[in-house]
């Protein structure tokens, strides 16, 4: 270390959660590096500590403890932020470790340096201005999430987002469309456009008129996913979106991943096809509507991958009307799928439902709709057998690289393993010719 970089505070950092969670920390990190801080690999070599939580289900309220606990066994000072955090005003984290520093809910940069500031004062640093425009960010170089808004109006019986994250509150067009240049004239290939309800941007604040070089702008989906779609040509780069609800002014960014703006790739958190289940879940579609909309979408968008999510052993959910979700499921035939049996959340709605579903019930239809989706995976993904693709590479290692296709988003979707691909670099476009496929990858060899 130079003499310099010793003498900075240093202060530790455990992320956890989703994608959202991990650019609140990316946050953190970028102003504790711009006001001077260094950033510590150990919690020995730590002055303190802050852990970002996660708190939607119970197991991620078990990780998040046991990583404050971990930090606290090991350094001694640590202050606490994220969903956990916004648990019973701080009093959930406090009950179970008394002794942490400080105490916040999540996106809440202001309130973390704060804290940080009474245990260690801000160092002087002439040099500050060095922390890139990009800021610090946990991915990899090559992608980076783009968060456009916080919150969420909506309010699903199941989940409990809204009370530790707060309504829907858009952030300025201008904003993040300078976001997006900074991490794209840093080298970013592709922006994963994430919120808790991507379709609702601008809703909060009526779609009011932004500004992006010097031209007016609506703020809403539709503007935003154009403009990202130029800003991304002029670099080259891809732009995926996730989280999108399917209102039907989705319909409006078809054709612009029709034309290749932006990637024909949709993260649509169905969760069930029941109406019935639907209404108790307080979901804002129903089943049928979703089967026009997702059969509309591939008219328009033939090579659309559609990705969701949904949940089994929801209170009240007869076997009749799990059957209705695997036929919605042979119907849909959506690309990526995942499923997860109902767990109850401390605070939610549901759990004052009637007639829970027995844990093995819960299991086993679980099992049963991911075979299901195992084999319409499989089939889709053989039918690229033969196909040449662009894809973007990951990792190279043992004498392959592990790229990702338009329909591959990192760490919740496939792979494409191109066997010949040693000489590849990671972050590098390449075109690849399709040669095997499974369940979840593509196998392929780079093309002529």
Request: glycine share 8%; with cysteine.
């Amino acid at each position: 270390m130079t003499r310099r970089t010793a003498a900075m505070p240093r202060i530790g950092f455990v992320s956890l959660g989703c994608p959202k969670a991990l650019v609140d920390s990316e946050r953190i990190l970028t102003q504790l590096r711009a006001e001077g801080y260094a950033v510590a690999p150990s919690y020995e070599g730590a002055d303190l500590v802050v852990v970002n939580t996660c708190g939607f289900i119970d197991a991620a309220v078990d990780e998040s403890l046991s990583a404050i606990g971990e930090a606290l066994a090991a350094n001694g000072k640590v202050i606490v932020t994220g969903c956990l955090g916004a648990k019973d005003g701080g009093a959930f984290v406090r009950k179970a470790h008394p002794h942490v520093l400080a105490v916040t809910g999540p996106h809440a940069t202001a309130e973390v340096m704060t804290a940080v500031h009474a245990q260690l004062p801000r160092p002087h640093d002439p040099f500050v201005d060095l922390v890139p425009a990009q800021g610090i960010k946990l991915t990899p170089s090559h992608y980076a999430y783009l968060k456009i808004a916080e919150g969420c109006n909506h309010r699903c019986s199941f989940c409990i987002i809204p009370s530790m994250r707060g309504d829907l509150v858009s952030r300025p067009l201008g904003e993040v469309m300078s976001e997006a240049e900074n991490l794209l004239r840093a080298g970013v290939r592709e922006l994963l456009v994430i919120s808790q309800d991507t379709s609702a941007y601008g809703v909060d604040i009526r779609y009011r008129t932004g500004f992006w070089r010097g031209r007016p702008m609506k703020t809403r989906m539709t503007e935003l996913v154009r403009a990202l779609g130029e800003l991304a040509g002029e670099h080259r780069a891809w732009v995926r979106l996730h989280y999108v609800y399917p209102y039907p002014h989705v319909d409006e960014v078809l054709p612009l991943m029709a034309a290749g703006s932006v990637l024909p790739y949709l993260d649509v958190p169905f969760q069930h096809a029941s109406p019935r289940i639907l209404k108790l879940m307080r979901r804002p579609a129903n089943a049928q509507d979703n089967l026009a909309r997702v059969r509309a979408w591939r008219a328009i968008c033939p090579e659309l991958t559609i990705r969701s999510t949904f949940i089994v052993g929801f209170p009240g959910e007869t076997e009749a009307e799990f059957a209705d979700l695997l036929e919605f499921l042979q119907a849909a035939e959506l690309d990526r799928v995942g499923c997860f049996a109902y767990s109850p959340v401390s605070g939610a709605a549901a759990n004052a439902l009637p007639d829970a579903v027995p844990e093995a019930v819960k299991e086993e239809r679980r099992g049963r709709f991911m075979a299901a989706q195992a084999k319409i995976s499989a089939r889709r993904l053989a039918a690229k057998i033969g196909r040449t693709l662009e894809v973007l590479v990951d990792t190279v290692e043992q004498g392959q690289a592990i790229a990702r296709s338009a329909a591959d988003a990192p760490e919740i979707d496939g792979s494409v393993i191109i066997e010949d691909g040693r000489e590849l670099d990671v972050g590098e476009f390449v075109q690849v010719r399709v040669v095997g496929s499974g369940e979840h990858d593509l196998t392929a060899r780079r093309a002529a």
